[in-house]
């Protein structure tokens, strides 16, 4: 069955650090979406993404699908303790309605 | 708040019990999402629904699971005959359209002894 795997599975900077997290998919994806989980919380909409090597910005974050639509990438610039959390992709492939998340980087940032 | 309501917010059951939990989605949202997260894991798919019309179900959710969404508005989500392994997050979400944001609600966190 579909498997979707991030890299790392934690990760900690210093504030001001750049941080990335990577999302690979064993089958090709229709379209991946990206959620941002704080500690007790539940998971928010970051962004989707749906176009092959499409790149998304927001602020600070900057989003990229793959080529060949297997892997993904988001990328925090100059990270904030305001970053802290567990940012999951969720991925979909065609003929299927459900999102199958990753496993999850857990961001810390030390002040 | 998202706009999606989950109730309870807390449950402990023994094992062997029925619990229901319900979902309350985004008023015009027809999609709706079951899913269940267990610590340090990501949330893991369990059902989807359109309107009223379960579309898709996890082939991982045992016969002990059943979702209904009987007018397309809130959903319930049943487990009988609890076991210990059944203890998680089980999270809601409501979604206006294929392929969109979806909005999750806080959550029911069942603990079963």
């Known amino acids: 069955g579909q498997q979707v795997m991030q890299i790392p599975q934690y990760q900690h900077v210093q504030e001001g650090e750049d941080f990335t997290t990577y999302c690979n998919s064993s089958?090709?994806?229709?379209?991946i979406q990206w959620y941002k989980q704080r500690p007790g919380g539940h998971p928010v909409f970051l962004i989707q993404l749906v176009k092959s090597g499409e790149v998304k910005k927001q602020k600070r974050l900057t989003f990229q699908f793959g080529e060949a639509k297997k892997n993904s990438s988001l990328h925090i610039t100059a990270t904030q303790t305001t970053d802290v959390g567990t940012y999951f992709c969720a991925a979909r492939t065609s003929g299927t309605y459900k999102y199958i998340f990753g496993t999850g980087t857990r961001l810390k940032v030390l002040a | 708040d998202t706009g999606v309501s989950q109730d309870p917010r807390h449950k402990i059951t023994k094992r062997g019990q029925n619990v229901t939990f319900r979902c309350d989605p985004i008023?015009?949202?027809?999609?709706l999402y079951w899913y269940r997260q267990t610590l340090g894991q990501g949330p893991e798919f369990l059902t989807y629904f359109q309107n009223e019309a379960q579309l898709e179900k996890s082939r991982l959710l045992s016969d002990r699971f059943s979702a209904e969404r009987p007018k397309g508005s809130f959903s319930t989500l049943e487990i009988q005959r609890t076991e210990q392994g059944d203890s998680a997050m089980y999270l809601c979400a409501s979604s206006p359209a294929e392929n969109s944001v979806k909005y999750f609600g806080p959550g029911t966190r069942l603990t079963v002894l």
């Open positions: 089958t090709t994806l229709s379209n």
């Open positions: 008023s015009e949202h027809n999609r």
